[in-house]
């Protein structure tokens, strides 16, 4: 087995430079980098539109959970405000308006209730509600958080009336409120001025059956994580694809060429597979980093104003998982998906002798990415609207998907690292049976000249080879 792989440098180098100056690389190319740069400019264009919109109209959407079924209109937010600790009076005495999210929202039926009593008598109150009504604390180390910070904490029952996003968008305004106003308050002490800087602490609860505050942790997901989250996984389907297109067409090429003979003479069959595979899936990453690259400059070339096209579809707060450690995980992943998916392809390339086929050839292939990409794109919309469940950790540790998903649930935090280490670990397994699949009956294959070889006959033939016969 050892001997295998020799040549596979070679045949890697050689692959890559004949992609790179292939006429169809070029052109594909230049199209993404020429889409790459006018993306910006069409989103600027979208925002500005709908910037101009009737803020009525556009407020109506606001806050509303994913399916659109609860709106901000059937919404009752009662506030308590415990801020007395720190500055003597409250925010409110101080003039901070609670009540302005309705002219955020553009409705005026929204009910805002600054209250005076105890927020614990008011939570066990909240969980025999029946009303769609939230609570919204601010006070001085709010569940957990330490007493140097200030703290907006959104309370609702758990009975699934108010979808935690909702809540998470209010914590999110009323930040933003307090963030302007603080600086209109005056005359205060280097301990208030320090916990007033510090940024507030944004904490999205509910209570459970018995009235109290729940430990389990929110892992919804807001708009922002989902478009991250999306957007990785379009990334990732575009360099399965793109790449093992490729690996099938040049590997379906040598074979009706008659190329593939000459070069079995002095390489070995997987060495051959193993360089036109790693070739393919590098060619693909580089085009799609001169994608990013150019979307990155066209972000600073023309987006006006204060923040760019891209810091208003992702805000600072989504990349604060991105470090170090998930970039790596997440790379890993992407390698190991990419390798399991372009070995497929090659195995499909390697079933036909002709051009012709080559389409009907990849429609497995392509079903089986799809179904991958499908399986991840629900998993977000569960996160978005349930959190973490049963399906999210199965498309998380299902190969096919987890290909697709996982980099971007590192990436936004919204995955365990037992879970990423696990589902790490079942990609390397199932690319090292791929690999041992492929090892087995890749020369018989690639030998072929006829018919175009069913999926099911490969198994026929790994089972001929393991036992030493011959297809």
Not at 37 to 48: G, K, N
Not at 308 to 319: G, I, K, P, Q, R
Not at 420 to 436: E, K, R
């Amino acid at each position: 087995m050892k001997n295998e792989f020799r040549g596979a440098g070679k045949v890697f180098r050689f692959t890559l430079q004949q992609t790179l100056k292939s006429k169809a690389y070029v052109i594909t190319t230049v199209l993404l980098l020429i889409a790459s740069i006018v993306v910006v400019p069409v989103l600027q264009m979208i925002q500005s539109n709908g910037a101009g919109d009737d803020p009525t109209e556009v407020a109506e959407n606001v806050l509303k959970d994913s399916e659109g079924d609860v709106s901000i209109d059937e919404l009752t937010i009662h506030v308590y405000d415990e801020t007395s600790d720190l500055f003597g009076v409250t925010i409110t005495d101080m003039g901070f308006n609670w009540s302005t999210i309705r002219q955020h929202v553009g409705n005026a039926n929204v009910s805002v209730k600054e209250e005076t009593g105890s927020v614990e008598d008011a939570l066990k109150a909240l969980k025999t509600s029946k009303e769609k009504e939230v609570i919204v604390h601010l006070g001085l180390g709010s569940s957990g958080v330490t007493a140097s910070s200030l703290a907006i904490t959104v309370y609702r029952a758990d009975t699934g009336t108010i979808p935690e996003v909702i809540g998470q968008q209010i914590a999110d305004y009323y930040v933003e409120e307090f963030s302007a106003f603080k600086d209109q308050i005056s005359e205060l002490t280097d301990e208030q001025k320090k916990v007033v800087d510090a940024t507030v602490s944004v904490i999205v609860n509910f209570t459970d059956e018995n009235g109290q505050v729940s430990a389990e942790k929110d892992t919804t997901i807001n708009d922002a994580q989902y478009a991250l989250a999306y957007a990785m996984l379009f990334v990732l389907m575009m360099v399965v694809i793109m790449g093992s297109t490729q690996i099938a067409t040049s590997i379906t090429t040598d074979k009706s060429t008659k190329v593939v003979e000459y070069l079995l003479t002095s390489i070995r069959p997987m060495a051959l597979v193993v360089g036109k595979v790693c070739a393919m899936l590098l060619a693909s990453v580089g085009q799609l980093a001169l994608m990013l690259t150019l979307v990155l400059i066209s972000n600073k070339v023309f987006s006006t104003g204060q923040t760019s096209v891209l810091e208003n579809l992702f805000t600072a707060e989504v990349w604060k998982h991105v470090t170090a450690p998930t970039l790596l995980a997440a790379l890993v992943a992407l390698v190991l998906g990419a390798l399991m998916y372009g070995m497929l392809a090659a195995l499909c390339g390697a079933s036909i002798s002709k051009m012709e086929a080559l389409q009907e050839a990849l429609s497995l292939f392509t079903v089986t990415t799809l179904i991958g990409v499908y399986i991840g794109v629900a998993a977000m919309t569960v996160m978005l609207v349930k959190g973490d469940n049963a399906y999210v950790i199965f498309t998380e540790l299902f190969p096919l998907s987890s290909t697709f998903f996982l980099p971007g649930a590192l990436l936004i935090g919204k995955v365990t690292w037992w879970i990423a280490l696990l589902s790490i670990v079942i990609l390397l397994v199932v690319d090292v049976f791929v690999f041992l699949f492929v090892a087995r009956i890749y020369e018989m294959m690639i030998n072929h000249n006829g018919e175009r070889i069913k999926p099911k006959e490969w198994l026929t033939m790994f089972k001929g080879a393991k036992k030493g016969g011959k297809a």
